[in-house]
């Protein structure tokens, strides 16, 4: 198949690419560095520092941190438990995980209002077991588990596949030589999982930074996160430059946070 | 004790993921059209769901979006692989790099970047810009899916192929392609997925009068939304809950179908991941 026509097949793709993502992508960075009128500028991404955005990406991060660490709390015990599982169940029960996905994922989200609502599932549990009910609804709490429920799957996914992965014999051969639980697992389970928990990483870490969605439908339009401003900029205030300028602001954090997991990622490989 | 605790853990779990899931299949069947109180047993939503044109068209859009995206870009990702194996590795790990940024890049980056571009292109925001977006954000599923299959590929039979006076193209769709197809069945149905579900990249490139099921259920999401959404998510949900139990126990096609279906998203997540270090 090495025949030197055989490369043109690839024309099509590389055409689309340029077209659909390298131009896409400088037209992003040209609104971004230049005002209405067309003339160069940094204003729109300087505009960043302004109080209402800076508050704005700051409170994206934290949530986004925290939600990613939650994602890993829950899977990586979860992906232990399944792959401790006889090998052919566990492959049903990966099924039901990813399952969920399978319905639409803004419908889902909205059913968690229905839940955490002040007269919702959760509160007639709880009023009904003599428990004070639980307002969560429309504040930060709401918002991290909309994200944790919407992106764990993203999470226990690669977590569990790399976790399967691991030969038992080694397991079992540190057990023969007297290693323990401990032992175990922090010399053999964790580091040989890393792959697995980096990609987790980053396929948590971004969506939530960037989402607008959940902060939308959990957050009752109060909590301002920093897609939630981009998003606004572009549909409602049709201020392209501005959007664009926060926008290539996004894309150094997640140039960064692709860099950090790709360091780590090299380094513990090895 | 240790079985039982990982077996609660398990169940929490799956509480967690399933709970909406319930609530909208409870919901579909209440006769109350409030949200917060069960009014009773019924089925009319699934009937008026089918008089409701708003949603029959945006589940037609979506459905005929999906497919049509998924096809294309199968075709021009399979393609892609079968130019990108002929070229040197430099060219190569270019081209991959560039397919990497729909997939590391956040949708609501790429959802603007591209609705700048048909702006630009003065193009009118509807069905044309959205098939255009998803193509681009399926095309990298479909590569990453087919080009570690091309890798193990063994070059032997499409030379032997060939030596026996077949044409490329003959040899390619007699003796490569089944050999790929795996990997180019579940890059169609990966795309299809995610073509089903998207949202941000679809709201950003949609003209008014356009609307997926996405983008129905969230302009919905303020007014709250029609219970007859619920009915058709139950019943897409249901259908595929089915048609996945059909596919894994048939024991013919469990190797082959059933691994596809199982592991769609699994393959993205992990080999984007991967591809994406390197």
């Known amino acids: 198949m090495n025949n ?22 400088g037209l992003v960075l040209y609104y971004a560095f230049t005002n209405a009128d067309g003339a160069l500028t940094i204003d729109n991404v300087a505009d960043i520092i302004s109080y209402v955005n800076i508050k704005a990406l700051i409170l994206s991060i ?14 990586y ?46 509160n007639g549990i709880l009023t009904a077991i003599n428990l004070p009910p639980l ?46 639980y401990k032992e175990i697992f922090f010399r053999i389970i964790w580091p040989l999982s890393l792959p697995g928990v980096i990609s987790g990483i980053t396929m948590v870490f971004v969506p939530s930074l960037t989402t607008f969605v959940i902060s939308d439908i959990l957050g009752g339009g109060k909590i301002l996160l920093i897609g939630n ?42 | 004790m240790k079985k039982t605790l990982g077996s609660i ?36 939503w699934y009937l008026s769901l089918f008089e409701n044109e708003e949603i029959m068209a945006a589940f037609k859009n979506t459905i005929i979006l ?106 390619f769709f007699k003796v490569v392609l089944p050999d790929l197809m795996s990997s180019v069945l579940s890059g169609f149905l990966m795309s299809f997925t995610m073509s089903l579900d998207d949202f941000i990249i679809t709201h950003f490139t949609q003209g008014p009068g356009f609307d997926t099921l996405s983008t129905k259920i969230y302009s919905e999401v303020k007014k709250g939304i029609n219970p007859e959404m619920y009915a058709l998510s139950t019943l897409m949900f249901l259908s595929i809950l089915i048609l996945l139990f059909f596919v894994n126990y048939k024991p013919w096609t469990k190797q082959t179908v059933g691994e596809i279906k199982v592991t769609t998203k699994k393959e993205v997540i992990v080999s984007s991941a991967k591809g994406g270090v390197r």
């Open chain 2, 66 to 171: 999906a497919l049509l995206a998924a096809f294309i870009a199968t075709v021009v990702g399979t393609a892609a692989c079968t130019g990108m194996v002929a070229m040197k590795k430099r060219s190569r790990s270019i081209i991959m790099g560039i397919t990497n940024i729909p997939m590391l890049n956040a949708d609501i980056v790429t959802g603007v970047s591209l609705m700048l571009l048909f702006i630009a292109a003065r193009a009118t925001m509807g069905f044309t810009t959205v098939l255009l977006a998803h193509i681009t954000f399926n095309i990298p599923y479909v590569i990453l899916s087919v080009m570690p299959r091309y890798r193990e590929l063994n070059a032997s039979t499409y030379e032997a192929a060939l030596d026996l006076g077949a044409k490329p193209i003959y040899a």
């Open chain 1, 62 to 75: 934290a949530f986004s941190i925290v939600s990613t660490a939650l994602c890993l709390l829950i899977a």
């Open chain 1, 77 to 122: 015990p979860l992906s232990l438990v399944l792959s401790s599982l006889i090998s052919n169940s566990s492959s049903i029960l990966s099924l039901l995980f990813i399952l969920p996905m399978w319905m639409n994922s803004l419908l889902r989200t909205y059913a968690w209002q229905n839940i955490l609502e002040r007269k919702g599932v959760i």
């Open chain 1, 229 to 270: 401003v981009i998003e606004q900029l572009f549909t409602q205030d049709s201020d392209w430059n501005a959007g664009a300028g926060l926008s290539a602001v996004l894309m150094i954090f997640i140039v960064i946070s692709m860099l950090i997991t790709a360091k780590y990622d090299k380094e513990d490989i090895r």
């Open chain 1, 135 to 180: 307002y969560i609804i429309n504040k930060p709490p709401a918002i991290l588990l909309g994200m944790v429920y919407d992106f764990l799957p993203f999470m226990i996914l690669p977590v569990y596949n790399s976790v399967s992965r691991i030969d038992k014999d080694l397991i079992n051969a540190a057990k023969d030589l007297g290693a323990g």
């Open chain 1, 4 to 25: 030197k026509r055989t490369r043109y097949v690839a024309a099509p793709y590389l055409i689309w690419s340029i077209g659909f993502i390298i131009i896409p992508l």
């Open chain 2, 9 to 44: 853990y398990l169940t929490l779990v799956l509480i967690f993921l399933y709970a909406p899931i319930a609530t909208l299949m409870i919901l579909s069947f209440n006769s109350s059209k409030s949200r917060s109180h069960f009014g009773g047993f019924t089925f009319s």
